[in-house]
RNA sequence: GGCGACAUACCCAAGUUGGUAAGGGACGGCUCUGCAAAAGCCAUAUUCCCCGGUUCGAGUCCGGGUGUCGCCUCCA
């Protein structure tokens, strides 16, 4: 244990741009990490997914260095309108029409559907997942207080965050505030400058909203960024050691957030800025969430692939880096999965203590991988090169599972199940091996090649082992 | 219009402080096998988008160019 405490953490911290030494400050017993989760009013697409794996790769990291993580991820089940003024329609009410639900049971149902994904990919669950709608309370008492400060106006339809007040505010993503007053797409209303931000929104008099709440400023509901602030710093206190999301939210939703939690207590927001990079598809670009237009990890699976393979093909490319998606891509992670299976199956239950010396430096190895800013590309190459290796099955067995600690591959059991796509039922399959069996023992090798590809034409692999046929479909 | 990222073999992809190109997949050859598969072995970028420069030495630093993409509107 003290051992692995050697090991020096290093990650890269958006707010300076480069790698630091991770540490804890003394008195912090547990790490401080909040992660931003998705907005629930349609299903997660493998993009947003890579960010949760890539949450996940960090998470698993910092308690093999035997740290103990508190993660909290919140649930975004309130809508926000598509800009600052009322011209977009709210997403979840968006949701609501689509699929001719109620606000909350849109929500409800895309929470679940984004808690299975998480658990078939393997993804540790967070310590605490906490939803928007139940920290309006919260969010109220942190508009207040900024309110209270001074940082705030009112519009007609809002409390405005008064950004010029805090002059850190372009900082962390190095904004050029004049260009991007030039460069504005959006309409500013009544807002006193661009980087200015909603707050608290006020319903509309005309009509009922879905989802609003009373508030000393009247029925409303909160703005895009206040519930990351509220949340956080509710279940985390003013300071955290982590608060990680996808680089998308680096201009805004960060940079707002720390605008307002900053101002609003005085003290560093987060010590750490982790941000995931995007997954391409193709030579088109990023998959949006809100065009509608994207891949699912159902989609996946419906396609036979398995959970693991999509989290092998996260785990080969860096968290900063892009990672172009595609089925070619996935099926390499599919075959890449199957050869690694065959390298670790036969090795399960057969650990024993990791003692020797080049054990030990197979550890170090991915240890240290791992501690580089997460280089889980070189960390698989690692593994790759220990079962290659001439060390003991007891030891390759052990490190396996050391290993899998941190990538979560579930190496610990045996190739997963296909899913059986034939249109041939398992007892057929079975009576024609034993055909093909009979065949080959009479050495009638014309019959029992047939056999091998009659069921080949089905999908169905055969392969002679010494225990006997085995089979797997395609 | 502004800001930024990336460019490594057929595909994915790693490359600390510059020192002579990980790993995976596919493909090819050999051994083994009735066949096939598995397994094992071997091979596989004189080269890192292009052009200059610094250096004994650059994928790695500097300058210029080209290309692709992202952000500036909710988005991982």
């Known amino acids: 244990m003290s051992k692995s405490k050697q090991a020096i953490l290093r990650f890269y911290n ?3 741009r480069s790698i630091e030494e991770f540490t804890l400050p003394k008195d912090v017993p547990a790490v401080r990490m909040y992660c931003c989760g998705p907005t629930v009013y349609h299903y997660a697409h493998i993009g947003n997914l890579r960010s949760y794996l890539f949450e996940d790769f960090l998470r698993r990291t910092l308690e093999y260095f035997d740290y103990e993580v508190n993660h909290v991820v919140n649930i975004t089940d309130v809508g926000h309108l598509t800009s600052d003024q009322d011209e977009g329609e709210d997403k979840m009410e968006k ?18 559907a984004f808690f299975k994904d998480i658990d078939l990919l393997n993804i540790v669950a967070p310590t605490l997942w906490c939803k928007a709608t139940d920290h309006i309370p919260e969010q109220i008492d942190l508009v207040q207080k900024l309110e209270a400060k001074g940082y705030t ?12 007040k805090f002059d850190r505010y372009a900082d962390f993503a190095r904004l050029d505030v004049e260009n991007l007053q030039k460069g504005a797409r959006i309409d500013m209303g009544e807002k006193k400058f661009v980087t200015d931000f909603a707050l608290w929104k006020f319903s509309p008099a005309d009509s009922q909203r879905a989802m609003e709440w009373p508030s000393p400023w009247g029925k409303g509901f909160p703005g895009w960024h206040i519930e990351c602030s509220a949340m956080a710093m509710h279940h985390l206190g003013p300071t955290l050691d982590i608060h990680c999301g996808g680089t998308d939210h680096i201009r805004i939703h ?11 207590t005085g003290q560093t927001f987060a010590r750490f800025w982790m941000h995931g990079e995007f997954l391409r598809m193709g030579e088109s670009s990023k998959m949006s969430k809100s065009s509608g237009d994207f891949l699912t990890l159902k989609v996946l699976l419906d396609q036979g692939y398995h959970p693991m393979e999509y989290r092998l093909l996260a785990l080969t490319s860096h968290y900063r880096n892009y990672l172009n998606f595609s089925f070619e891509a996935l099926d390499s992670a599919k075959d890449g999965l199957r050869n690694l299976h065959r390298r670790t199956d036969p090795l399960i239950g057969k650990a024993t203590a990791i003692s020797s010396d080049s054990a030990l430096k197979w550890q170090h190895d991915f240890k240290s ?3 580089d800013d997460l280089n889980t590309a070189k960390a698989l190459g690692i593994l790759n090169s220990m079962l290659r290796s001439d060390l003991d099955d007891g030891e390759k067995s052990a490190l396996v599972l050391d290993f899998d600690k941190v990538l979560g591959l579930q190496l610990d059991k045996t190739m997963p199940e296909k899913a059986k796509q034939s249109s041939l039922a398992t007892e057929e399959i079975e009576a024609l091996i034993a055909q093909r069996d009979q065949a080959k ?3 009638n ?11 080949a034409n089905q999908g169905i692999k055969l392969q002679d082992t010494p225990q006997g046929t085995i089979w797997e479909s395609e």
């Open 441 to 443: 023992a009479e050495r």
């Open 95 to 112: 949701g609501a029409e689509r699929t001719g639900k109620t606000v909350w049971e849109v929500a409800e149902y895309y929470t679940q």
């Open 254 to 264: 960060h940079t707002n957030e720390i605008a307002q939690s900053e101002c609003a």
């Open 14 to 16: 958006t707010a300076s």
């Open 369 to 371: 991988a791992m501690s």
């Open 445 to 455: 090798f014309i019959e029992s090649d047939r056999i091998r590809d009659e069921l």
């Open 153 to 164: 106006y009112n519009t007609s339809d809002g409390v405005y965050f008064d950004s010029l």
